[in-house]
């Protein structure tokens, strides 16, 4: 039956089975491969591949913390927070964004420079990502932006807050805040989970001191987001933390004042409390505008704040080094008393001029000051009577001296902008300027000039541990009812005032540190700087207050800019006719009231001229206003429960 | 015996219902309801216009399947040419005629359906080689002048397919031919030469390759290349199938699909997404099913005695094999992205026609298996 061509097919039949055969072995195969890509895929790498989902699935917007407030020590705001009016924009939202620009330009002020600096940043940032079109826009532009709104594709009207100073009388020791710096970030390790873009940071002062923890947490909105970007559902929420507020020692009140006082002059004054070391005011002028720092600064407005030769952006009280001048007698006075160089009485003659050492030295007062004593030499701040008392006490121990009343170093802590003078002395002078001590030179530093540096703040505390009697306080911004030693003391001897208690027992009992071997050598200054403020002939006799509730007892000093050439001597040139540049930095320091000290003030004036003329009227005037105060912020002390 | 094979065509219809395989059917019918399942998902979980009209073309075209497995085998083996002509004037008319979309020329516009020629061409050239091979003797198989006209038949199409262009269906529509060929006995060595011929001609090939077509060759060597170009389907594509794990996301749950990380989803990408939603074990289900019809393919080769049935079914089987394979490899980030679709669960009409057509004639064979065809 079978054809030849049957065998024919059953041998193709086989040859085709055969084949077959083998295309299923390779089939099979091919099967495990792919079961063996998806174990590799779905088994073994399954949470490299589930995080790379999330990640997809997931964006993430961080929301910027507010900033913690700052206020004075009567709860007054200096440095707050204000609603401001952002524009934000979504590149790829929109569809045309030089059509968007152009769109904006009409609406809102934005320069091409501005454009310019945008294009760059959408050029880098992933397009989802917002850009900061304008941080502070003002309420009449933000309308406008909402009412164009439809046709502002990508752009977000956002209202946020941010950095506010109701004024610039503090603005040298609050600081500003600025955007976060490339510099910033490599040197502030905390900002690196931080960061925010849009987000200010404290650049000097208090702003800079606290920023850690005054910046708050951040907050972040998580949306699970499509392939393109868009938002599908919020998943999130973290609203972050505001900053923590401070409440500061500063009298807003005082600082308003003061810098009213200062107005146009280059100067710097600051106050304390003799006890407890709060700072009450300290004001550097002339001041600059902070507010212009927070949205980005104006290049004009930098220019003239860095062109202006009285250095608006210099805090004077810290960052200023003055010689201090004849203030600085005081300390000349106490360590001779204190190493028993001298006795109260012992006298020396002035005649106007001493002749040492091959060298003239001249006293400020040209036909010189007669017979001269401890007291008088204070009073009338007589050259003479220092240059001989120096002489015969060395440079060594008065710097010794000047460094525990705390000239010479950093008083406050995490201030950059700080900076801590020079106490000069032999082993100094070797080491920085590698040449040895000149007789000559104790003498100019017997009235603080030569190489003596110091910052008014410096000059405040020397002043302030004098007032209270000779003992170490630590200077504080910061609000704080703890450390108060010398108040705890001060209670304690006005409930027995007869049981004075010795050096020792002060230390044990009441933990303070004496700056004195005699307490009676404190006094002596004291009496005497009553003296030059209020007996006549004192060197600010004619800015005393009679009223005994405010009678402060004060030191001037004017720091030489130029020494008078012999022939200006002879001319009796006077300082106010010399080029502004060339006067003399006129110096007060004081304490007040004279019979129950409280505060130390220190007053500088640039080029003012002498002490007694340009810085003891501020000095004066600042005084009687910290004192009409006095019993408003002993309220407060005591609301909140320090002693005394 | 040999008298029973002589009345094979007075089969009662009861007969013919018998000797269905349902196993297959069953199978098919299965992956359809996945298909249309995977398909609710891309449309994010609504009857939207995908998912209904894949239902739609998944019924009408299984009963097509289910229709064409009674007509006679005979029918099939007569008019495998006519049908391959056919087909082929419809591949021309796409050069003429054809709708072009993202810059290519592959449909033609039909009113109530755009077609695909290129996908019924798989199987019309399989038809066609399949009656060939079977029609000349084992002893002229290896003769050149005989392997002519089969060179010819494949070429052709490829070419025109090739410069539509469409590069995965060629390169598929050539896989299915060459398979008829190698398993009618053609010698290894002529495979050989034509490799080595195609080699030398591979350089003036890619000359004519678009630049994207370039640039997806070059990309699926290293997808990192352009993350967000070309290699973003690949990198999204294997995310998802690795994130899906052993046991899913969960149906409507793929976070890949659902937010549009995924490209072609409804197309190239359907394995992708049921692999995000299901997992591993979904996924091998899915393999499971697959097997399962080429195994049954297979089988209906094993039975029917005609070498044109054997030969139409086991290419068939192993062309399907390789559309699956393919598909599965590209998306899982084993073969450069080349655009081919799963068979029956990727959104299309023509394929599943063409895929369809295919089972109709390997169930043809069964019905039939014991009809001899000349």
Redesign the interface.
């Known amino acids: ?1 079978l054809s030849p ?1 049957s065998g ?2 059953v ?3 086989k ?3 055969r ?2 055969f083998l ?2 072995a390779a ?1 099979a195969a ?2 495990a ?3 063996g ?3 590799s ?3 073994n ?2 949470s ?3 995080t ?3 990640k ?2 997931f964006r993430e917007w961080k929301l910027a913390p507010e900033r913690g407030i700052i206020k004075d020590f009567f709860d007054k705001e200096i440095a707050s927070n204000e609603q401001v009016y952002q524009v934000h924009l979504i590149p790829e939202n929109s569809k045309d964004i030089e059509k968007l620009f152009v769109r904006l330009k009409t609406i809102l002020n934005i320069t091409d420079k501005k454009l310019s600096y945008l294009r760059r940043v959408i050029a880098k940032q992933k397009p989802w990502e917002p850009i900061i079109v304008s941080d502070n826009i003002s309420w009449s532009e933000f309308s406008r932006l909402n009412l164009f709104l439809h046709e502002l594709e990508g752009v977000k009207p956002v209202v946020s807050v941010a950095r506010m100073y109701p004024d610039n009388s503090s603005a040298h020791i609050l600081g500003y805040v600025s955007q976060v710096s490339a510099k910033d970030l490599k040197t502030k390790k905390y900002l690196k989970e931080l960061h925010v873009p849009g987000m200010s940071v404290g650049k000097t002062g208090l702003e800079r001191k606290l920023d850690q923890e005054i910046i708050g947490k951040i907050g972040f909105q998580r949306y ?5 970007g868009k938002r ?1 559902k919020q998943i999130l929420i973290d609203e972050g933390q505001a900053g923590k507020s401070f409440k500061t020692t500063l009298d807003f009140e005082i600082q308003k004042f003061t810098s009213k006082l200062l107005k146009d002059k280059a100067a710097a004054v600051c106050v304390m409390d003799i006890f407890n070391g709060d700072i009450v005011s300290l004001v550097s002028s002339p001041s600059f505008e902070p507010n212009e720092f927070v949205h980005g600064l104006d290049k004009d407005y930098w220019n003239s704040l860095i062109k202006n030769g009285m250095r608006p952006l210099t805090n004077k009280t810290i960052s200023g080094l003055y010689p201090p001048g004849s203030t600085i007698k005081t300390l000349v006075a106490l360590s001779a008393l204190e190493n028993g160089i001298i006795k109260p009485l012992d006298t020396f003659r002035c005649k106007g001029k001493i002749e040492l050492y091959g060298e003239k030295y001249h006293c400020w007062e040209k036909d010189g000051h007669g017979i001269v004593n401890l007291r008088k030499g204070i009073q009338r701040s007589c050259d003479v009577y220092f240059y001989e008392v120096a002489r015969k006490l060395g440079v060594d121990r008065l710097s010794e001296t000047a460094k525990k009343f705390g000239l010479g170093k950093k008083i406050l802590d995490g201030f950059i902008e700080e900076r801590s003078g020079v106490v000069p002395n032999t082993k100094w002078k070797k080491k920085f300027i590698g040449q040895n001590w000149y007789l000559g030179e104790t003498l100019h530093s017997g009235i603080g000039q030569g190489y003596f540096q110091s910052t008014p703040l410096q000059l405040c505390l020397m002043t302030a541990q004098i007032a209270n009697g000779g003992f170490e306080i630590k200077p504080r911004l910061i609000f704080d009812t703890e450390n108060n030693n010398l108040k705890n003391y001060l209670k304690h001897k006005n409930e027995n005032p007869n049981d004075p208690l010795p050096t020792d027992l002060l230390v044990s009992n009441f933990n303070l540190k004496p700056l004195f071997k005699n307490q009676e050598h404190i006094n002596l200054i004291k009496d005497a700087m009553y003296s030059s403020s209020n007996e006549p002939g004192g060197t600010s006799y004619r800015h005393r207050l009679e009223n005994r509730k405010f009678t402060f007892a004060g030191k001037t000093g004017s720091s030489q800019i130029k020494r008078f050439t012999e022939e200006q001597r002879a001319a009796e040139v006077k300082q106010e006719s010399l080029p502004y540049k060339d006067r003399d930095h006129a110096l007060f320091v004081a304490f007040a009231p004279y019979d129950d000290p409280k505060y130390a003030i220190s007053v500088l004036v640039e080029h003012g001229g002498s002490g007694g003329k340009a810085a003891a009227p501020i000095a004066k005037k600042v005084i009687k206003k910290v004192l009409e105060r006095h019993d408003l912020r002993q309220k407060v002390n005591s609301l909140l429960g320090e002693t005394v | 015996m040999f008298r029973a094979r002589s009345i094979q065509s007075s089969l009662t219809l009861k007969d013919k219902i018998l000797s269905v395989d349902y196993i297959l059917v069953f199978s098919v019918f299965i992956l359809g309801l996945v298909s249309i399942l995977a398909m609710y998902s891309t449309d994010g979980g609504e009857f939207k216009y995908h998912t209904n009209s894949h239902i739609l073309r998944f019924f009408v075209f299984f009963g097509m399947f289910i229709t064409l497995s009674f007509i006679q085998i005979r029918f099939w083996h007569s008019q495998s040419y006519i049908i391959y002509v056919l087909f082929f004037i419809l591949l021309l008319g796409v050069k003429y005629f054809g709708l072009t979309s993202s810059g290519s020329k592959r449909w033609l516009d039909l009113y109530f359906m755009n077609l695909q020629p290129s996908e019924l061409m798989k199987i019309g050239l399989i038809l066609f080689l399949a009656k060939y091979f079977h029609r000349i003797s084992i002893e002229n198989i290896n003769q050149i002048r005989f392997l002519f006209l089969p060179i010819v038949v494949l070429v052709a199409p490829v070419i025109l397919v090739a410069t539509q262009p469409d590069l995965g269906t060629a390169l598929l529509i050539a896989a299915g031919g060459i398979t008829v060929a190698w398993l009618a006995g053609v010698r290894v060595k002529f495979f050989a030469i034509s490799a080595l011929a195609f080699l030398a001609l591979l350089p003036i090939a890619i000359s004519f390759l678009k630049p994207y077509q370039k640039s997806r060759i070059l990309t699926f060597l290293n997808p990192e290349r352009d993350p967000l170009g070309a290699g973003y389907q690949i990198i999204q594509s294997k995310i998802a199938i690795g994130s899906g794990g052993l046991f899913g996301k969960g149906f409507l749950q793929g976070s890949q699909s659902y937010l549009d990380y995924l490209p072609e989803k409804h197309t190239d990408f359907i394995f992708t997404l049921f692999s995000e939603e299901f997992g591993f074990f979904g996924s091998l289900f899915i393999l499971v099913l697959y097997a399962i019809i080429v195994w049954r393919i297979v089988k209906i080769g094993n039975v029917t005695r005609s070498n044109f049935g054997k030969l139409f079914c086991y290419s068939f089987a192993t062309a399907f094999f390789i559309y699956v394979v393919v598909n599965m490899m590209m998306v899982l980030g084993l073969l450069p992205i080349v655009g081919s679709p799963l068979p029956i669960m990727s959104y299309g009409g023509s394929s599943m026609m063409a895929i369809m057509l295919g089972l109709g004639i390997t169930m043809s064979c069964k019905v039939y298996k014991d009809t001899p065809v000349n």
Do not use: H, P
């Not at chain 1, 699970?224 to 393109?228: G, M, Q, T, W």
């Open positions: 039956m061509s024919n097919t041998i193709k039949s040859l085709i089975g084949r077959m295309l299923t089939k091919v099967m491969g792919i079961i890509r998806l174990v895929l779905q088994i790498e399954r490299k591949y589930k790379l989902s999330d997809n699935r699970e987001v499509n392939a393109f599908i």
